[in-house]
């Protein structure tokens, strides 16, 4: 039965390892982390089998979404995932206190800016000083001209819906900040996407 429910993005194939590579370095080993729109649930198998020693929790608002993760869960025995919770980056709270990181794979494009604030908020709360708050897909970025394939892809969203495309990089660094929340670093990935990192501001005593 769990067979009929697994889902699969062909995008997680290819980027999976480029994405891994990048938190191997970043998120501490034993961490609690929150993955934010999980999807299918392929991201949350294999990333949590590659990271020392986290416990993984994935969510998603679409309920077929959060079978297909659980699903994952099983076949793959992924002892380190939890079972899926429903989250909706936009809401004012969220049914998690707290994580040492959390991830968003390609959401920001595919979805409201109402959204993408609630993520920036909602990750400003639940994190520590210095905790990651890691963002994956393609975005607009001042002073590199857009590629081709991704003014074609932004086209194609906001056809789908209006309220959907590619976010301007400093549009998003900027709702951050009002969450304590700092740019640290942008990663060039495949296909003209990036992986963006920010972190948790320190307190003013550096704790």
Known sequence: MSGE????????ARNREPIAEVLRDR???????????????????FLARQLDGVTWQPSDLDPEARASVD??????????????????AAAETWPVERADAVVCINMVH?????ATLGLLR???????????????????????????????FDASLQARNPEWGLRLLADVEAAAAEHGLVLEEVIDMPANNVSV???????????
Do not use: C, M
Not at 71 to 88: C, G
Not at 110 to 114: E, L, Q
């Open 5 to 12: 429910l697994l889902r699969h993005a062909p995008a997680t």
């Open 27 to 45: 998120v501490p080993a034993g961490a609690l982390v929150l993955e934010i729109a999980s999807g299918s649930g392929e991201h949350a198998v």
């Open 71 to 88: 699903a994952w869960r099983d076949a793959e025995a992924a002892t380190n995932v939890r079972p899926a919770i429903a989250l909706d």
């Open 110 to 114: 595919i979805s409201p800016w109402s």
């Open 122 to 152: 909602g990750a400003g709360r639940i994190l520590p000083p210095g905790g990651l708050l890691y963002l994956y897909g393609p975005y607009r970025i001042d002073g590199r001209p857009t590629a081709p394939s991704n003014q074609s």
């Open 197 to 207: 990192v920010f972190r948790k501001k320190l307190a003013a005593d550096g704790r």
